[in-house]
């Protein structure tokens, strides 16, 4: 009989998709979540706080495999660091860690958070695994409709996405957290690179609505880094999944 696989973030966007792979695939299945849960469709929900480092004893003791996807604004170079020192001190055998392409390279905190998670998961002594992906569709269709709000919208010159579709993220994650740790991975992006603007043109499209567009400039590193891609998937990424066009048509189109 297989230990349960633990998943951080398992109610977020992301892992809304993975645990119910897991499952199909066999696996028992806890969720760490700040809410509490009653347990349901063959998953235990165990509540704690990564970055509070509250209940992690609990979650990992008995697991070989931890997941972590949770993720926010601010903290999650702290929740690493807790979950890392916790599942090392469990026996833990495998850590899969999701991060973000461009950790190392864009000058801007939460690249660095992401960057700062990464090395905790590396350096805690549990073999593991490491995933950066791009901007999944769901955060690109969110800036896309607040910078539709305005009257006029602006466009960073040389503001540039690959969005990538959640369940091939999702489908990858999976296939890594069944398999052995196997440190960093290629990256993993969308099957194509858009301007900003194509990406709100598209989306006013898709909505039937319109708006004029104001080209602006990045300034900085942040804009410097911007405008080199610094961004979007480096050689050896792994590429596909839905476009951006497919995914509108799903989620916007009327």
């Not at 998709?17 to 199909?24: D, I, K, Q, W």
């Not at 001190?89 to 991060?99: D, K, Q």
């Not at 039937?208 to 104001?214: C, D, H, K, Y």
């Amino acid at each position: 009989m297989t230990s349960p696989i633990l998943v951080t973030g398992g109610t977020g966007t992301l892992g809304r998709l993975v645990v119910p792979r897991l499952r199909e695939a066999g696996r028992e299945v806890r969720v760490l979540s700040r809410q509490r849960r009653e347990p349901s469709d063959g998953v235990v929900y165990l509540t704690g706080d990564l970055v509070a480092d509250e209940g992690l004893g609990e979650a990992v003791a008995g697991v070989d495999t931890v997941l972590h996807l949770a993720g926010g604004p601010r903290g999650d170079e702290a929740a690493a660091r807790h979950l890392a020192r916790a599942a090392a001190g469990a026996g833990v055998r495998h850590l899969v860690h999701i991060s973000v392409i461009g950790a190392d390279r864009v000058p801007l905190g939460w690249f660095r958070s992401q960057l700062a998670a990464e090395e905790a998961v590396a350096g805690c002594g549990v073999p593991w695994t490491v995933l950066r992906a791009a901007q999944f569709h769901d955060l690109v269709l969110t800036v896309a409709q607040k910078a539709a709000r305005l009257p006029v919208v602006p466009v960073p010159g040389g503001l540039r996405f690959q969005p990538v579709d959640p369940n091939a993220v999702a489908d990858r994650l999976v296939e890594l957290a069944l398999g052995r740790p196997a440190g960093r991975v290629p990256d993993l992006a969308g099957p194509a690179v858009y301007g900003l603007g194509e990406l709100c043109r598209g989306y006013l499209q898709a909505s039937g609505r319109r708006r004029p567009m104001l080209p602006v400039r990045m300034p900085g590193k942040a804009g410097r880094a911007y405008r080199a891609g610094d961004n979007l998937a480096p050689a050896g990424a792994v590429t596909g999944g839905r476009t951006w066009e497919e995914f509108l048509a799903d989620r916007v189109g009327r």
